[in-house]
């Protein structure tokens, strides 16, 4: 493996990450469900996605048009944050009761799609597109890519689950809702005025 490229790949896309929506919503998604089940979807989307940036590069993109993409992501984060807003209280008791209706798996599909959505055709998939065209090292371009998005994400889950501790978990619950429509709106807003 390239170690330069693993590293300036790393570097690139942690920092372009850093604070960015995909951190909040990690925080965000940390003190709905599990940390455990947040990072394994997570893990799993930036996974997949990272694969397709690097293996499809440019293809991804003439196969699906950007708008598109964008506008269904768009929708997931207003549901998101409008569920959020919504929901009937989220109590501990009614936690674990979806995560048994889910089979456990709840945390980890609500991770994986909203990741997954929100982040395809995101700058850091079109940079790591790039890198992988650019470089003659895709595993380099991919582990620290990968790498990068993991670790933003895990500070993100561990600085969300931190701040139950001193913010009531309903007071963070009304910020996130409201996070996730913003985000949305503001997918919408540059989706249109971009056309």
Known sequence: MDLAVFFTTFGIIFLAELGDKTQLTAMA????????????????????????????????????PLFWIKLVSAGMFLFFGVATLTGKGFDKEEEETKEKRYGGRGGVVTSFLM??????????????ASMAAQQDAPLAVFAGSTLALWSVSLLG???????????????????????????????????????
Request: hydrophobic fraction near 65%; avoid cysteine.
């Open 115 to 128: 990741i997954f959505v929100a982040e395809m055709g995101d700058k850091t998939q079109l940079v790591t």
């Open 29 to 64: 998604l940390a003190v709905r469900f599990p940390w455990e089940k947040t990072f394994v979807g997570i893990a799993a989307a930036f996974a997949i996605l990272n694969l397709g940036a690097v293996v499809l590069g440019k293809l991804l993109f003439a196969l699906l």
């Open 157 to 195: 889950i561990f600085a969300g689950r931190k701040l139950i501790q001193f913010i009531p978990l309903s007071r963070i619950h009304k910020v996130a809702g409201y996070l996730f429509i913003i985000f949305g709106a503001a997918i919408i807003y540059q989706v249109f005025s971009a056309h």
